[in-house]
């Protein structure tokens, strides 16, 4: 079912500022980055997004720094 799918994806998804490592270790599951590296908020104010956008980036720069291209990818998806 898509609407259980995208919860899912969302899910998955807001956890993505706290441990960007398992964000990225589900698309290895089935999931797609475009999908789980995005504001998963349903209708979020522009501070939510401000602070989502920025705890993830910081998190997912390291990640990229360690040479991790999916991490690199994510925060080009993130971002862009």
């Known amino acids: 079912?898509?609407?259980?799918?995208?919860?899912?994806?969302?899910a998955v998804a807001s956890v993505?500022?706290?441990r960007?490592?398992?964000v990225l270790q589900?698309?290895?599951?089935?999931?797609k980055l475009e999908r789980l590296c995005?504001?998963?908020f349903i209708e979020p104010?522009?501070?939510t997004v401000k602070h989502f956008i920025q705890s993830?980036?910081?998190?997912?720069?390291?990640l990229a720094?360690?040479?991790?291209?999916?991490?690199?990818?994510?925060l080009q998806q993130l971002n862009g």
């Open 56 to 62: 993830s980036s910081q998190k997912l720069e390291k």
């Open 16 to 18: 993505l500022p706290n």
């Open 38 to 40: 995005r504001v998963p």
């Open 65 to 74: 720094g360690e040479g991790n291209q999916r991490a690199a990818n994510c």
């Open 45 to 47: 104010d522009e501070q």
């Open 26 to 31: 589900a698309v290895d599951h089935g999931f």
């Open 20 to 22: 960007p490592d398992m």
């Open 1 to 10: 079912d898509a609407g259980a799918s995208e919860s899912l994806n969302i």
